[in-house]
């Protein structure tokens, strides 16, 4: 929401808006574009009256703003309709969209298409470290966009992505995640079918061939389909091993137009070498310059929050991600082993979503926090919402992990968190807190308390 009042004011709206307090970054960003958030919900707040209220999908019905709006007969739009509305009609929207890796995937396209000269717009649920925001108002025909999965707005329950009319679509990976908007993995499918036939004929659908769930999905398509991947059998894979160092990632690709060419990353992970193989498809499409791509690839230094290095202190490296689902887990944690080799990984996990606290993810977990050396969780964030046999059972993963030989604890607070970490930490130790929320600033305060 907050990029997108900065589009608009970048576009000559008058724009205000409300919300509960809000910090760093969107904050900032906010100040940067002149915007300045009433704090709290009030039916004054909409007075004058405006000509359009756009709202979020963490609003409720029983708002008093919307409550307000709706007796006022004001128009109202949820955030993807109005970027629809205001914007995407005057561009090719490129979409990316998939379980996993949606919003590194967007920062590189966008930054691969500016680095090259594209002018892109884009929007990304994420703040790119090279772009350094999260939205642009380029000249480019190209509008950048994450296609999220989840609901638009109390009155618009279908998915965001719905709205977002891609001349061209990413689709990374389909597995089951948001089980309070999806009953079942059936009805996510779905609704990725749904987004693949909106493709035009001339359009072009670049997938995961790695995943059949993805492939079976293609078949939906009225555009022609190009599978990416590691695999041999996709279009565009890596010819060979794909090798890495403490700098990231190297590999040769080969695909149509191009033949093979070297590429190099500054990111660690099969998924990210899959990243940026998806990127690179997109691109040589539109035909931007080999040499460029190459470049732009190259140097790219990731996003906020997804495997970002917060710094080190006492000899200890602290990491923080935004990992939730048990697959993304898995590839984060395999991604700092390749990394940092065999340097001590500690996990600090928060379940923080509907999906992350549930049981059916209980054999997914324990085979993901395998792979660290020792793991501490957080109380599910959730927990009162879900019903106890939907519930997951942190003390039973606590248990499976020590069978495997992971040091696993469960701990409680805040403080208790922070203390229980901090103590157990040893010199050349990495530690990678993972959250879907801010998880009250912990891989800052523990880097601070590193410090000390």
């Not at 960003?29 to 979020?56: N, Q």
């Not at 993807?80 to 929207?93: I, K, M, S």
């Not at 070297?262 to 035909?287: C, K, P, Q, T, Y």
Request: aromatic fraction near 8%; hydrophobic fraction near 40%; charge should be negative.
């Amino acid at each position: 929401m907050a990029p997108l009042a900065c589009l608009l004011k970048a576009q000559g709206h008058r724009v205000r808006g409300s919300d509960g307090p809000v910090y760093p970054p969107m904050s900032t960003l906010l100040e940067d574009a002149g915007i300045k958030p009433l704090e709290g919900f009030d039916a004054g707040h909409l007075e004058p009256r405006p000509d359009l209220v756009v709202v979020g999908n963490a609003v409720p019905r029983d708002n008093p703003e919307a409550v307000e709006t709706e007796r006022l007969g004001v128009p109202r739009l949820s955030m993807p309709q109005a970027l629809a509305r205001f914007f995407l009609d005057e561009h090719r929207p490129l979409v990316i969209a998939g379980t996993h890796g949606k919003t590194t995937t967007t920062s590189l396209a966008a930054w691969v298409y500016s680095e090259c000269g594209a002018d892109p717009s884009y929007l990304v649920g994420g703040i790119p470290i090279d772009l350094g925001k999260s939205f642009n108002a380029g000249r480019g025909e190209r509008f950048i966009i994450e296609g999220d999965e989840y609901n638009a707005a109390y009155f618009d329950r279908g998915p965001k992505f719905l709205h977002y009319r891609p001349h061209t679509l990413v689709l990374t990976s389909v597995e089951y995640d948001h089980a309070d908007l999806y009953p079942d993995h059936d009805s996510l499918i779905a609704a990725y079918e749904q987004l693949v036939e909106l493709l035009p004929a001339d359009g072009l659908l670049v997938a995961c061939g790695d995943s059949q769930k993805v492939r079976e999905v293609a078949r939906r398509s009225p555009a022609p389909v190009l599978f990416y991947g590691l695999a041999a059998d996709n279009h565009i894979h890596p010819e060979g091993e794909v090798g890495a160092d403490s700098a990231g990632s190297r590999f040769t690709v080969v695909g149509p137009e191009v033949g093979t060419e070297a590429i190099s990353i500054r990111m660690h992970g099969e998924h990210n070498v899959a990243n940026a193989l998806a990127v690179w498809a997109v691109a040589r499409r539109d035909g931007l310059p080999l040499a460029e791509i190459k470049k732009a690839l190259a140097s790219f230094r990731g996003v906020k929050r997804r495997l970002e290095e917060v710094g080190t202190a006492s000899g200890v490296t602290v990491i923080d991600d935004f990992a939730h689902h048990p697959t993304a887990v898995a590839k984060t944690l395999a991604a700092l082993r390749e990394r940092f080799g065999d340097r001590r990984l500690v996990v600090v996990y928060e379940p923080r979503t509907l999906t992350a606290g549930r049981r059916r993810f209980f054999e997914s977990y324990a085979d993901a926090f395998s792979l660290a050396d020792a793991a501490f969780f957080a109380p599910i964030y959730h927990s009162k919402r879900l019903d106890p046999e939907d519930r997951l059972d942190l003390e039973a993963l606590e248990r499976r992990l020590r069978e495997r030989g992971v040091e696993a604890r469960r701990v409680g607070t805040e403080e208790e968190i922070l203390e229980s970490v901090a103590s157990g930490l040893r010199p050349e130790d990495v530690v990678v807190t993972m959250s879907s929320g801010d998880f009250g600033h912990l891989p800052q305060r523990l880097l601070a308390l590193l410090e000390v």
